[in-house]
């Protein structure tokens, strides 16, 4: 039973325009969220978050959206950036602080 | 500032064998946790250490076990291994605040043959 689910596996942008990745979840306990990214060989790096109590949270080109009604998150990227290529993570913060990660978005940003 | 590091980076073990893997947490950290990825997955929540003592864990058999010495590095021991645990296994540090994202090392690679 996937609790946070990114439903596609890649994304292909041109550079500079906008990126959105989607990320779903089905435990309402969750209540905060974030985004990484992880580069091959490297561990994942932690991007932006948010804290359940918002819908919006930015930090430069990076945006992260949150519906709770409907259970959605959203990351948006822009503009896009070759160096932005990579598996992009979202993962929910649940008891013992335990981080519960979905499956993985690789984007690809094209010069 | 030191980040998380972790070793060996790679590791081949026979099925059956007993594997140590080894984490020095990001400096001023008091929490570690280990994450198993296997491949085309997201990481997945072993356990997680605060104390020197297991204060959460994930769906993962007792053959998973790990340690926490007094400078906050650690150890994930994997007793019995199986073909499945073939992963790469990701340690990670963090304050115990609740909101204090996890920082995470570049991992250690298992594969069991």
């Known amino acids: 039973d996937q609790q946070v689910k990114q439903n596609s596996p890649s994304l292909s942008v041109q550079e500079g325009r906008i990126s959105i990745l989607n990320c779903d979840y089905t435990?309402?306990?969750?209540?905060?969220f974030l985004w990484y990214k992880k580069y091959p060989a490297e561990g994942p790096t932690f991007l932006i978050s948010i804290s359940s109590i918002k819908d919006k949270n930015e930090d430069g080109r990076f945006t992260v959206f949150l519906n709770k009604s409907a259970k959605h998150l959203s990351l948006h990227i822009v503009p896009s950036q070759p160096g932005d290529s990579a598996v992009y993570f979202c993962?929910?913060?649940?008891?013992?602080?335990?981080?519960?990660f979905g499956s993985g978005t690789q984007l690809t940003v094209l010069p | 500032e030191t980040g998380v590091t972790q070793s060996p980076t790679h590791l081949i073990k026979t099925r059956g064998q007993q594997v140590t893997l080894r984490c020095s947490s990001q400096s001023g950290h008091n929490t570690v946790s280990w994450y198993q990825q296997a491949l085309g997955q997201g990481p997945q929540f072993i356990f997680q250490y605060y104390r020197e003592e297991e204060n959460g864990r994930g769906n993962f058999p007792p053959r998973f076990s790990g340690l926490q010495f007094p400078n906050y590095s650690s150890e994930l021991n994997v007793n019995a291994l199986e073909l499945d645990d073939s992963a790469l296994y990701l340690c990670?540090?963090?304050?115990?605040?609740?909101?204090?994202?996890?920082?995470f090392g570049n991992g250690t690679r298992l594969t069991v043959t």
């Open positions: 993962a929910a913060l649940g008891s013992a602080r335990q981080l519960t």
């Open positions: 435990n309402s306990m969750f209540d905060y």
């Open positions: 990670a540090s963090s304050f115990i605040d609740n909101n204090s994202p996890l920082h």
